[in-house]
């Protein structure tokens, strides 16, 4: 077995490690491969480790050979070297830039340097000279430096000021800015105080912006003031403000720059009108939000029912309420417009700003109460109303008979006392025709109404008698109304006898009231016999 074994190395393996004398083999061919190959790996490895150091010295010397050739020392320099890639450290020579530090390594050795990390420090500042600085007083003046910040009712000053006279003009037009309710004012106080012409006018643009930056016109403002410029940066509440403080920094002063932003709130106000027609219900103008949109149109829609037709012409604006409420003004508007009837003609109500203004001419006195109750409510809530609500068809007609029915109610005992007759005439007296006289004044507020002017007697004579006597007063009374301008087809004469008494006709001052006229505001006139 073994002289096959041997056999088959040999053909494989002789040209590795040949036998000994006996042809024995010292071990496999293969295992002297794996040998071979160790041993090369490692003497490659010792070159290298060896090459290495040799190399980046070589390279440290060419580099700061290179260095010094080009003017900069490297006795600060700390040069770490990895292969070809090096991180310089140490403190940067005076009047060196790294840039020019870098060139010139990468460049050095033919550009033999792959990586350049530099940190270095950079190098110390010359310490001025005390005899210096005294010899020359006037090489640093004092200069202009002030910085503005306005938040939340407090201004911030800080910075240098040439003069008293200039910090007092910035604190004094900070306490004129609206709002304004503390300073804080870290200003300092350089120079000899002298005035300078110049510089007061340039620091007077920035007092100018200050008296505009107090809480009531700006929602934040920074500014910067230099000898030679003034920078601004302001968020105004509106664009008024915004417009003032444009105004108070446009001042044209020769070499000086004036620069800045102003941006603004965007505020918007409500202004919406619903109109009321026969079968539609129109609403124009601007809200704030969509939220005050569909609020409107949902008391529209249910306006209108199914058969009518809503016309949405509302812009939304987006922007923030310039007044407080938004919200529940609208919510206002929509309830008057829930009132507006499917029967009521020219129905308009406008929302403008705290405004809620309502015309309507309404078909039931329900419908007048109604919006009267909500305005009322709108004006708790601090809105302005402005009503012109009217009845009309039916409800109107009786409301003014109504109240031409009071007015003749509260001329009742005036009428019973002076419109008498003697007994036996129908002749009217001197002193019932001053009273008649208001009578008439009251009949000609209401043109469209109709009058009846019942004439009574008292109990004595036959009934055909007094019925005619009763009547014929009642024309006589009729007969002098016509006098004084009011249409006799408005007035119905009618005689009652002594049918409808008022007292008792047992004494003569019973009977005398009963000789007596009335008046009552009547739909229609009875058919006389």
């Known amino acids: 077995m073994s002289s096959e074994l041997a056999q088959s190395d040999r053909n494989g393996w002789d040209s590795f490690v040949p036998p000994n004398a006996h042809d024995v083999w010292p071990w496999s061919g293969r295992r002297s491969l794996v040998v071979m190959l160790f041993a090369l790996l490692l003497a490659a490895c010792l070159a290298i480790f060896w090459a290495i150091p040799h190399f980046e010295k070589r390279l440290d010397s060419r580099v700061k050979s290179d260095l010094q050739a080009a003017g900069i020392s490297t006795d600060s320099l700390d040069l770490d070297w990895t292969y070809r890639n090096v991180e310089i450290t140490g403190v940067l020579p005076e009047g060196i830039t790294e840039a020019q530090l870098a060139n010139v390594v990468r460049l050095a050795d033919g ?35 002030v910085s503005v910040n306005s938040r939340d009712g407090t201004v911030e000053l800080a910075g240098t000021v040439l003069s008293t006279k200039q910090r007092d003009a910035l604190v004094n037009a900070a306490l004129v800015a609206e709002g304004v309710v503390n300073i804080n004012d870290n200003l300092e106080i350089v120079g000899d105080g002298q005035p300078d012409d110049q510089l007061d006018a340039r620091l007077n643009v920035l007092a100018g912006l200050l008296a505009h930056v107090g809480p009531e016109q700006v929602v934040s403002a920074q500014a910067t003031l230099t000898d030679t410029e003034l920078n601004y940066r302001i968020k105004a509440k509106d664009r008024g403000s915004a417009e003032m403080i444009e105004q108070a920094v446009s001042v044209a002063l020769v070499d000086f720059q004036v620069t800045g932003e102003i941006d603004y709130v965007k505020t918007g106000e409500i202004d919406i009108t619903a109109s009321r027609d026969e079968k539609s219900l129109t609403l124009t103008g601007k809200v704030l939000t969509e939220e005050q949109r569909m609020r409107l149109l949902f008391a529209a829609e249910e306006v209108v029912g199914e058969d009518g037709q809503v016309n949405d012409q509302i812009e939304v604006s987006g922007q923030e309420a310039r007044l407080p409420g938004a919200d529940s003004r609208v919510d206002n508007l929509a309830a008057v ?77 005036e009428v019973q006392r002076n419109v008498l007759f003697d007994t036996g005439t129908a002749r009217l007296t001197s002193t019932a025709t001053a009273t008649l006289d208001k009578v008439s004044a009251v009949i000609q507020q209401y043109p469209e109404l109709l009058i009846e002017v019942e004439g009574h007697t008292d109990n004595r004579g036959r009934d055909e008698v007094n019925n005619r006597l009763s009547e014929d007063r009642a024309r006589s009374v009729v007969e002098y109304l016509v006098e004084k301008s009011i249409d006799a087809d408005r007035m119905q004469a009618v005689g009652y006898g002594d049918r409808v008494p008022i007292a008792s006709n047992d004494t003569p001052e019973g009977r005398s009231q009963n000789r007596r006229v009335q008046f009552t505001a009547v739909d229609s006139f009875q058919v006389v016999r």
Request: zero cysteines; charged letters at 20%; glycine letters at 4%.
């Open 111 to 145: 550009g033999g340097t792959r990586n350049i990390l530099i940190a270095v420090d950079p190098a110390p500042t010359p310490a001025a000279d005390p005899a210096q600085e005294s010899a020359d007083p006037e090489a640093l003046p004092p200069a202009l430096a």
């Open 337 to 413: 417009v829930s009132q507006f009837g499917p029967a009521d003609n020219d129905a308009t109500a406008r929302l403008q700003a705290d405004t809620l203004s309502v015309t309507a001419e309404l078909q039931s006195q329900q419908a007048l109460d109604n919006l009267l109750s909500l305005t009322a409510q709108a004006r708790e809530q601090g809105l302005v109303t402005e009503e012109t609500l009217t009845l009309v068809g039916e409800s109107a007609r009786q409301q003014a008979q109504v109240e031409l029915q009071t007015k003749f109610d509260a001329l009742a005992l």
